[in-house]
C-alpha cells in the first residue's frame, strides 16, 4: 500500500539540522528523507518522489540555487519526480538579494536560518496545500486512458493497471498527442534520454509490452500502433 504521508527532502550539510527536522518533520506527519550534498540530493529526488525540498543554498558540491533550477527545468517524462514540487530555501543568507535570487530560481518560499521551527512548519505547510492541489488536476486523458502525472497512477477505461516507470513514461509521452505519430528516436530521446541515433529494440519492447498490459486490462482491443517506417502513436476509440 502507498504510504499516504507527504514526501520531505530535506538537503543540508549540518548533520545536527539535518536530524533535528527529520525528527520534527516526522514528528508532524511527513516522510522524511535527509541529502547532505547535491549529488545524494539528486540520487533521493529520482528514488522518493519528494513533494516538498528543503534546500540549503551552501552545500559541499554546489548551491541549493543550482538544484532549485534543475529541479524546475527538469521534463516530466524524463525524471521520476514532480518539477512542480514544491521548494523553501533554508540559508543562513538574510539579504533581500539572496531572497529575491532564490525566488528568481523557483523557491516557492524562504526560511533565513537560525529558524524556529514552528514558523517553518507553518510555511510547509502552506506551501504544500498550494503545490498539492495545483498538481491534483495535473492528468492526460487520452482514449480512454486516464494518467496522473503527480500520482504516477494509470486508468484505462475506469480500470488500475501497473507499469513500470518507462511503460508510464512511454505512454504519457503518446498521451499527450493522441493524434500525433511519435518517431521512434524522438520516443528514445523523451524517455530514455538518448541523444545520438541508437537501437531502437529498447522501445520496441517496452512498446509491445505496454500494448498487451493495456490491452489486457480493459477491452479487448490495441491502444498502441506501430506506424511501419515512422513510429508510435495512441489509438482512439474512433480508431478502434
Keep these: 500500500m502507498t504510504d499516504p504521508r507527504p514526501v520531505v527532502l530535506v538537503v543540508d550539510d549540518e548533520p545536527h539540522i539535518l536530524s533535528f527536522l527529520a ?8 516522510l522524511v528523507h535527509t541529502a547532505p550534498t547535491l549529488r545524494h540530493a539528486r540520487s533521493k529526488l529520482n ?23 534543475e529541479i524546475r527545468n527538469a521534463d516530466p517524462l524524463c525524471v521520476r519526480f514532480s518539477p512542480d514540487l514544491a521548494v523553501i530555501m533554508l540559508t543562513a543568507r538574510s539579504e533581500e538579494v539572496d531572497r529575491v535570487r532564490g525566488f528568481q530560481r523557483g523557491a516557492d518560499d524562504y526560511v533565513a536560518k537560525p ?10 505547510d502552506a506551501v504544500l496545500r ?13 482514449a480512454g486512458i486516464n494518467l496522473d502525472l503527480g500520482t504516477r497512477e494509470v486508468l484505462v477505461e475506469g480500470k488500475p493497471v501497473d507499469l ?6 512511454l505512454l504519457a509521452a503518446l498521451a499527450r498527442d493522441p493524434r500525433r505519430v511519435f518517431r521512434k528516436q524522438e520516443l528514445l530521446e523523451v524517455v530514455w534520454g538518448f541523444r545520438s541515433p541508437g537501437s531502437t529494440r529498447t522501445l520496441d519492447s517496452h512498446a509491445s ?10 477491452t479487448d482491443r490495441s491502444y498502441i500502433t506501430n506506424v511501419w517506417g515512422v513510429g508510435y502513436r495512441l489509438v482512439g476509440v474512433e480508431d478502434a
Design 115 to 124: 529558524f524556529h521551527y514552528p514558523e517553518l512548519i507553518a510555511r510547509v
Design 47 to 69: 528514488a522518493h518522489s519528494p513533494d516538498l525540498a528543503i534546500l540549503d543554498v551552501g552545500l559541499p558540491d554546489g548551491a541549493g540555487y543550482d538544484l532549485c533550477s
Design 164 to 169: 513500470s516507470t518507462k511503460e508510464f513514461m
Design 23 to 30: 525528527h520534527n518533520l516526522a514528528a508532524d506527519g511527513y
Design 130 to 142: 498550494r503545490t498539492l492541489s495545483r498538481r491534483a488536476g495535473d492528468v492526460v486523458q487520452a
Design 209 to 218: 509490452r505496454l500494448r498487451r498490459k493495456l490491452r489486457a486490462t480493459a
